[in-house]
């Protein structure tokens, strides 16, 4: 089992920055694709970063510029970095994994974190 675990969101001002972390454990024998979603009350879940195995990205029009996705491959374990964030950046960030679990034969599937809540307000 593959069990993805954010850590990092909190309260913080208009303006302001943090670092989201999610890091996956357990029977890993490579991570393909990572990936950050987010999800507002009353809204659907949305992607807002992904980033592949090789170290290529993507961001959501609405993050691009402000927030900057990146991992590293020997800790299993992707980050966040967001600045000058908005009140509409404020929701629930969820990681996910696409792993590639080591048995026999190997098997991939896609793991998902239980969230961590950001809230941005004065």
């Known amino acids: 089992q593959v069990q993805p675990v954010e850590s990092g969101g909190g309260l913080v001002q208009p303006g302001g920055s943090l670092r989201l972390s999610c890091a996956a454990s357990?029977?890993?024998?490579?991570?393909?694709?990572m990936d950050w979603y987010r999800q507002a009350p009353g809204k659907e879940r949305e992607l807002v970063a992904g980033i592949t195995s090789g170290g290529s990205t993507n961001y959501a029009d609405s993050v691009r510029g402000r927030f900057t996705i990146s991992r590293d491959n020997a800790k299993n374990t992707m980050y966040l970095q967001m600045i000058s964030l908005k009140p509409e950046d404020t929701a629930v960030y969820y990681c996910s994994a696409v792993v590639v679990v080591s048995g026999w034969p190997n098997r991939t599937f896609k793991y998902w974190g239980q969230g961590t809540q950001v809230t941005v307000s004065s």
């Open positions: 357990g029977s890993i024998f490579s991570i393909n694709a």
